[in-house]
Nanobody, 114 residues
Framework: QVQLVESGGGLVQPGGSLRLSCAAS????????MDWYRQAPGKQRELVAT???????SYADSVKGRFTISRDNAKNTVYLQMNSLKPEDSAVYFC????????WGQGTQVIVSS
């Protein structure tokens, strides 16, 4: 079993920044992919960013150039640095780990509003 705990969400003004963290514990394994998803009210959950074991990353077009995903393998933690936040970035953000079973965190809310 794997447990994922997100943190770092909150209320921020448009143009501001937040850094989300997701700490993994349990039987993680060596090779795994970690992702950040988000889900806004009334919308489907969407993939925001992915990072694999080798550090390769990919991003949704809507966040390219503004968000950065990174990971600290020693701490089994993945981060999402979010800059230049927009109101449309408001959502509950979830991290997931695939090894290849898929595990989810409980989510952390991000609200971008003036």
């Amino acid at each position: 079993q794997v447990q994922l705990v997100e943190s770092g969400g909150g209320l921020v003004q448009p143009g501001g920044s937040l850094r989300l963290s997701c700490a993994a514990s349990g039987t993680i394994g060596i090779i795994y992919v970690m992702d950040w998803y988000r889900q806004a009210p009334g919308k489907q959950r969407e993939l925001v960013a992915t990072i694999n074991n080798g550090g390769s990353t990919s991003y949704a077009d809507s966040v390219k150039g503004r968000f950065t995903i990174s990971r600290d393998n020693a701490k089994n933690t993945v981060y999402l640095q979010m800059n230049s936040l927009k109101p449309e970035d408001s959502a509950v953000y979830f991290c997931s780990l695939s090894n290849p079973y898929v595990y989810w965190g409980q989510g952390t809310q991000v609200i971008v509003s003036s």
